[in-house]
C-alpha cells in the first residue's frame, strides 16, 4: 500500500547519543517535509526537501540535518541528542497534492 | 512569509451542536486552504480543502468558507458527534502555485456527549 513510513515509533536515549530517524515514502513524491511537534500542539517545519540532493531549512532552528540521496528516503540525524530535542517527529510529503503525513517518532532524551 | 493565525484555541460543544473554527492569512497571493484532523496520538489527516478560485466547499457534515478579501477562512462542522473530537489545523499555502504550508496553531475540539 502507497504510504509514508516512519521508524522507530518511539525511541528512548541518553543525551549526547547520534540517533537517525527514518522516513520513506511509497507515493513517488518528490517533495518531503520534517516537523517537530509536541503533542497536539504546533507544527514546526525543520526541513525540507524539493527532490534528490535539495534539502532546506524550515521556520524552526533545528540542530538536525537532513539528506535526500534518493526520491523515496529522507532521514533525519541527530548527531547529539539533548533533552531539549524530546518531541515528536513527523515526516510529510506531496506532489501537487495535499500533504500526506507518516505516524511519526516519539523521542525522549533521557 | 505567510503568517497564520487560528481561533479558538479550545473548543467545546454539545453533541449535536455546531462547531466553527476561523482561520486568518496575511500573504494576499495564498490560493491553497486545506484543513487537517489529527486525533490523539495519530498523525494528521486532510479532512477538507479549498482552493482561492472557490468561495465553499461542503463535505457532507464539513464545510469550508473562504473570503479572499477579508483573508480568512473557516471550518463549519455540524452535528457534532464524540469521534469529532480532535485538535483540528488550517494551513495556507506559502505562495502562489506552492503546496508548502504554513499552518496555524490548532484548536482542540471536544465534543462532550
Known amino acids: 500500500e502507497a504510504d509514508i513510513y516512519q521508524t522507530p515509533r518511539y525511541l528512548v536515549i541518553g543525551t549526547g547519543k547520534k540517533i537517525t530517524l527514518e522516513c520513506s515514502q511509497t507515493?513517488?513524491?518528490?517533495?518531503m517535509y520534517w516537523y517537530q511537534q509536541d503533542p497536539g500542539m504546533e507544527l514546526h517545519l525543520i526541513h525540507y526537501?524539493?527532490?534528490?540532493?535539495?534539502?532546506e531549512k524550515g521556520d524552526l532552528s533545528s540542530e538536525s540535518t537532513v539528506s535526500r540521496i534518493r526520491t523515496e528516503h529522507f532521514p533525519l540525524t541527530l548527531e547529539s541528542a539533548r533533552p531539549s530535542h524530546t518531541s515528536q517527529y513527523l515526516c510529510?510529503?506531496?506532489?501537487?497534492?495535499?500533504?500526506?503525513f507518516g505516524n511519526g517518532t516519539r523521542l525522549t532524551v533521557t | 512569509g505567510e503568517n497564520v493565525e487560528q481561533h479558538p484555541s479550545t473548543l467545546s460543544v454539545q453533541e449535536g451542536d455546531s462547531a466553527v473554527i476561523k482561520c486568518t492569512y496575511s500573504?494576499?497571493?495564498?490560493?491553497?486552504f486545506p484543513w487537517y484532523k489529527q486525533e490523539l496520538g495519530k498523525r494528521p489527516q486532510l479532512i477538507i480543502d479549498?482552493?482561492?478560485?472557490?468561495g465553499e466547499k461542503k463535505d457532507q457534515r464539513i464545510a469550508v468558507t473562504l473570503n479572499k478579501t477579508a483573508k480568512h477562512f473557516s471550518l463549519h462542522i455540524t452535528e457534532t458527534q464524540p469521534e469529532d473530537s480532535a485538535v483540528y489545523f488550517c494551513a495556507a499555502s506559502t505562495r502562489a502555485g506552492s503546496y508548502q504550508l504554513t499552518f496555524g496553531k490548532g484548536t482542540k475540539l471536544s465534543v462532550i456527549p
Open positions: 510529510a510529503s506531496q506532489s501537487n497534492s495535499p500533504l500526506h
Open positions: 526537501s524539493y527532490g534528490v540532493n535539495s534539502t
Open positions: 479549498i482552493r482561492s478560485n472557490v
Open positions: 507515493m513517488g513524491h518528490d517533495k
Open positions: 500573504d494576499s497571493a495564498s490560493n491553497y
